[in-house]
């Protein structure tokens, strides 16, 4: 089946600092990519969606420049947390969409010390 | 705006038990109903959908009918294994092929004893 992979699956680093999320749909194009954030014990909560060489359109809430998203190509997205705080510490996890059929990531674990 | 309730677990079961777990929603138009799974360091995966009223997605021993009048996709299996122990999240489509979304219940963990 179609496969959507992230990386790296989990990165810590230091408050202050940014840090780049990748997610690749590896034996498809996707025409959409969607950005999930998951709390411990919590729904998935979507945070954008972006359309390839389009800007990301954010849900509400959800700081655009806080997380800069980039969808470079049809099997290319990149989340990047800028000025990372330990409230950002979360389980992120990227969506990838064709026609009829959305495929989800195994999610990075991000931890912000 | 549209919503999931999922019940609250986590659920705890032995092999061979039946299980249940409740998911109703809320939502404009005629949304498309779906049930993911979620295995220890795995991304989510569909586990059945039900794209209209009335009608019944299966896989994998698992089934959930789509219940309009209750707005209800209750997910039941009938025996279960040690290796369905996972989380489960009942989720609804809506807003088209285009720019439609998911939003999904808050989850719910299922643990299946030997």
């Known amino acids: 089946g179609a496969v959507v992979s992230q990386h790296p699956s989990w990165v810590i680093c230091k408050s202050g600092t940014s840090v780049k999320i990748e997610c690749r749909s590896l034996?498809?194009?996707?025409?959409?990519m969607f950005w999930y954030r998951q709390f411990p014990k919590q729904s998935l909560m979507l945070m954008a969606t972006s359309n390839e060489g389009s800007k990301a359109t954010y849900e509400q809430g959800v700081e655009k420049d806080k997380f800069l998203i980039n969808h470079a190509s049809l099997t290319l997205s990149t989340l990047t947390v800028t000025s990372a705080h330990p409230e950002d510490s979360s389980f992120y996890i990227c969506s990838a969409r064709t026609p009829g059929k959305q495929y989800f990531g195994p999610g990075t674990r991000l931890t912000v010390t | 705006g549209n919503s999931v309730t999922q019940m609250e677990g986590p659920v705890t079961l032995s092999e061979e038990a039946f299980l249940t777990i409740n998911c109703t929603y809320t939502?404009?138009?005629?949304?498309?109903l779906f049930w993911y799974v979620q295995y220890p360091g795995e991304g989510l995966q569909l586990l059945l959908k039900a794209t209209k009223a009335d009608d019944k997605g299966s896989n994998k021993g698992f089934e959930a009918t789509y219940r309009k009048e209750t707005t209800s996709f209750h997910l039941e299996k009938g025996s279960v294994q040690v290796s369905d122990s996972a989380v489960y999240f009942c989720a609804l489509f809506s807003g088209g092929t285009s720019y439609g979304k998911l939003t999904f219940g808050q989850g719910t963990i299922l643990t299946v004893h030997p």
């Open positions: 939502a404009t138009g005629y949304p498309s």
């Open positions: 034996d498809f194009q996707a025409t959409t």
